[in-house]
């Protein structure tokens, strides 16, 4: 899995990876890595242990719980996943649509662990983000987006600095700055997500010190254009660096405001799993 590093001008390091082949890695003493679930979706009750709260609820004519979360199965597979909406269609102003879930284990300050999970775009326009956070279950309504460390964001929406954004999948990059991933293969930004198709992410994140080199993660995807797993963003930068375990999965929608709604499109979430140091295998196989 060795891939040769390209400088993207001034932006990142980005990447060339030939072939990020999916076989198993091992930690820093040479045991074999295990992955660790955090939600397959597979169990029941539906969503146990989420918690899901609209904190900015801005819906007029007034919605209780807006946001749809909900268990789905395909029918030609008879898988389950989670999708998530801001709010059903028609339906604006519900800003900061949130849910989290524990992780199995907290990632320790001086820790490298991959998140791994596996997302389909339901439709555009949409604006969602996911990632880890390291606030409090009890902080995490009030800090909103700044409850996220590492972060990535599925968007179309028009920025307040009037850029544009496509629907192609982008990382936090530092305290609200986003940077679109890249095809090492071609050296150009990615191109838009393609709804209703299957897109593997693993995430590999580093929550050592920022002077130890921390506070940053590489992203990884296979799906789409990406016909085998390819680096596509290296050394992404935590959004708020407050150094601390990383105890929850999280996850925020919005349908953007009432005078200016970006839309409602939801995002299906499956096999979301994470294990210790750098791990680009696959907890399916």
């Known amino acids: 899995m060795l891939c040769n590093i390209v400088r993207i001008a001034g932006l990142f390091a980005a990447l ?37 709260i609209d904190a900015q609820n801005d819906t007029d004519p007034f919605v209780p719980n807006p946001q749809i979360a909900k268990i789905q199965i395909e029918s030609e597979t008879g898988n389950r996943y ?28 001086g820790e490298t662990y991959t998140l791994y999970t596996r997302i389909n775009v339901e439709f555009f326009p949409n604006n969602q983000s996911f990632g880890l956070s390291n606030s409090s279950a009890s902080d995490i309504p009030d800090h909103g987006y700044d409850a996220f460390e590492p972060m990535i964001r599925i968007t179309d929406k028009r920025e307040s600095d009037g850029q544009v954004n496509d629907g192609t999948l982008t990382v936090l990059n530092g305290y609200k700055t986003y940077s679109k991933i890249m095809n090492p ?28 080199g921390g506070q940053r993660y590489d992203l990884y995807v296979s799906g789409g254009e990406f016909k085998i797993q390819q680096r596509v963003f ?28 970006y839309g409602n499109g939801g995002v299906k979430y499956d096999d979301i799993y994470m294990a210790p140091g750098q791990n680009l295998s696959s907890p399916l196989e």
């Open 16 to 52: 060339a990876c030939p072939a990020c082949t999916s076989q198993s890695t091992t930690d820093t003493d040479g045991i074999p890595s295990r992955w660790l679930p955090v939600d397959a979706f597979e169990g029941s009750p539906a969503l146990q242990g989420w918690t899901n």
């Open 185 to 212: 293969s071609t050296g150009d930004t990615a191109r838009p997500m393609e709804p209703g198709e299957w897109y593997e992410i693993w995430c590999v994140v580093n929550n050592a010190a920022p002077e130890a």
């Open 234 to 261: 290296s050394g992404a930068v935590f959004r708020m660096q407050r150094t601390l375990p990383l105890m929850f999965f999280m996850v925020l929608s919005n349908t953007g405001p009432r005078e200016a709604p």
């Open 82 to 109: 989670m999708l998530r909406k801001p709010a059903a269609d028609g339906v604006v102003g519900n800003r900061k649509a949130i849910g989290f879930r524990p992780l199995p284990v907290p990632i320790q300050v």
